[in-house]
């Protein structure tokens, strides 16, 4: 892993680190939510370990979903000169990240200490939080 660290580029450091606070700040958020509606709907909305583990969870596998993304970039601009080496590489790697999500929804629905509303809600974060420091930022 130490490797992995200083070979990374500074500005994937970075961008993982935002997109981790961004990541961070929705499952807060969405946790409050849920213990809002838990007070007001008690019968129909939970606010239990599921939740809280379903928040981690799915956070973890948003962060570690972009921070692969980066590494993929890094590794393309590397090849730059090798139009197909870049297209195979940035085709198998989405392929592989969209099987990881995938692979997380499932378990987020099926695995009974997760509450997958929670467990799936964070993997919109990432984005959501980009487009909003964005438009901050303009």
Same mark, same amino acid.
């Given at each position: ?15 993982? *680190?935002?997109?981790?606070? &961004? @990541?961070?700040?929705?499952?807060? =958020? ?5 213990? !809002? #509606?838990? +007070?007001?709907?008690?019968? *129909?909305?939970?606010?239990? &370990? @599921?939740?809280?583990?379903?928040? =981690? ?5 948003? !962060? #570690?979903? +972009? ?22 590489? !940035? ?25 997958? !509303? ?21």
């Amino acid at each position: 892993m130490s490797k992995l660290l200083d070979n990374m580029q500074p500005a994937i450091k970075e961008e993982t *680190k935002h997109v981790a606070i &961004y @990541t961070a700040t929705g499952v807060v =958020l969405m946790w409050l939510l849920f213990l !809002v #509606l838990h +007070f007001t709907m008690p019968e *129909k909305v939970p606010f239990n &370990y @599921t939740v809280i583990l379903g928040g =981690l969870g799915g956070g973890a596998v948003a !962060v #570690l979903n +972009f921070l692969w993304m980066g590494l993929m970039v890094q590794k393309a601009a590397a090849k730059a000169g090798d139009q197909d080496a870049v297209k195979t590489l !940035v085709k198998g790697s989405y392929s592989q990240r969209m099987l990881f999500q995938m692979l997380w929804v499932i378990i987020a629905i099926v695995a009974p200490c997760f509450h997958y !509303v929670a467990g799936i809600l964070p993997l919109l974060f990432p984005g959501t939080g980009i487009k909003i420091m964005g438009i901050l930022k303009k």
